[in-house]
Structures are given as C-alpha cells and as structure tokens.
C-alpha cells in the first residue's frame, strides 16, 4: 500500500524514534479512574500490542489518545506535538486513525461510502482514487462488493471494510481496537495478514488485541493493562514465553 502523504507534511519521527507517547496518563469517568498513570510509547514503523483483561483500560487509552476522553492528568504527544488541546478531528489530520472496537461503519451505505468517509480531510481526487485503490488490494473482497451496502457484509467483511476506512485518510499511525472481536476464524488470519502488510509499509500501529497469541505473533513489543495501569511490559516474543501471561491470557 502507497503511504505517502501528498497533503500532509511527513512525521517528524524518523523509524525507530518515539512516534507516540503516553506519559503518567490518567482519565476519570464520573470521578473514578479508568487510567492511572499509563505509561507507553510506540516507535515510529513499530507494531505495539496492549493486552489485558476486559475493563482494563484498553479501549479508554486508546480513545484518549485520539481525544475522545479528556485528561484528568499526564499528556499524549505525538510527533513531538501535545494533543491535549487538539480536537479529534485534528488528530487525524495530524496522521491518526483508529478502527473502534465494534466496527461502527455505516450499514445503509455501500461500500464504496464507507470509505469515500474515510478521506473527509483529503481533497486531492487523485490521492483518494489511488488509496481506495490500495485498500482494495488489501482486502479485495471489498473490490468485489464496492456497490453493497455495508450492513450485509459478514463481520469479517466488515472488518475489512472498518481498517480500509480508516486507511483511507492516509494515517501515518494507526490504532486498531479487537480486529479480530466477533469474526470467523477463516478470516481472522486474513485480516492479521493485512495489518501485518499494512506495518510493512510503514504505518505504525498500536493494536488492542483480545487474543493474546494473535497479538504477540504480530507486534514487535506489548504493555499489559490491568486495572487501568501498565503491570508488565516488554518484547512480545519474550512476554509470550513468561509464566505469568502464559497462565493469565495463553491457557497456561
């Protein structure tokens, strides 16, 4: 996939540089801690997998990041920038995209809506033909289906169509919450296999994953939420082997 960014200026971040940071992160619903002091950071080309029990705090890191929750305390910079004063929208024009737990595409619009949505900050046509271009290479079963509409699509189908909507507003970082949540397993190894390409290219990903074993297959690095703080931390091939995580999240 072509991830140049013809309306956008390249990240600062140069590979192997701190893209993403997430310092002494915390965030509060209706005066209880969902995040304590959450620590992480993503290297620019990395794949970065948060694991952890359902309520840990996965998703609510993740939405923070793209300033869907607001701050109690800590930043998130990204490319050197603190998004604590930056509206959503401006996030992903800054190079963010995130794939939601759950899909939330448009089901009475087709497929080919779907992902027109996705460009909303981009107004090179061009730029917009070769992207959905790329993502139908991606996953070219939404080549097949470009004229229907998104709520007849199988989950996976959906799946797909979620992470080529999210592609197509060209992000240099992309965070992906369950991709694998309520799919057949037929096409749950496609859809890693995508992601996997996707990295490939250079886009970056933070991937919240409730299979374990997908999740350190395919990143390069994890945290271990619990309880909405970092309790463990490290290579992926490393935390796959640790008794702890073996016996919490791998079946022993």
Not at 147 to 172: D, H, V
């Amino acid at each position: 996939m072509n991830t140049a960014h013809p309306t956008r200026p390249p990240p600062k971040a140069k590979a192997g540089e701190v893209l993403l940071s997430v310092q002494a992160l915390a965030v509060a619903y209706g005066g209880i801690r969902a995040i304590k002091k959450v620590e992480l950071e993503v290297k620019r080309g990395e794949i970065v997998a948060m694991i952890g029990a359902n309520g840990a705090g996965k998703t609510t890191t993740l939405k923070t990041i793209m300033r869907l929750c607001p701050i109690a305390e800590g930043k998130v910079v990204y490319d050197g920038r603190d998004l604590a004063d930056v509206v959503t929208e401006d996030v992903v024009d800054a190079g963010l995209s995130l794939v939601p737990e759950g899909r939330a595409i448009f089901p009475n619009l087709t497929v080919r809506e779907n992902l027109e949505l996705g460009a909303w900050n981009h107004r090179n046509a061009n730029a917009i033909a070769e992207t959905e271009a790329d993502v139908v290479a991606l996953f070219p079963r939404l080549g097949e289906r470009m004229k229907q509409e998104g709520g007849t699509l199988s989950g996976g189908e959906q799946q797909m169509l979620a992470i080529g909507r999210a592609m197509m507003a060209r992000p240099s970082m992309l965070l992906l919450d369950e991709p694998s949540l309520g799919i057949a397993p037929r096409l749950v190894a496609d859809i890693f296999e995508a992601i996997a390409r996707i990295a490939d290219t250079g886009t970056t990903i933070l991937l919240v994953e409730q299979n374990t074993r997908l999740a350190l297959k395919y990143s390069q690095r994890a945290y271990v939420l619990r309880t909405g703080e970092i309790a463990m931390s490290g290579p992926s091939a490393e935390l796959a082997q640790n008794d702890e995580i073996k016996a919490a999240y791998l079946g022993g």
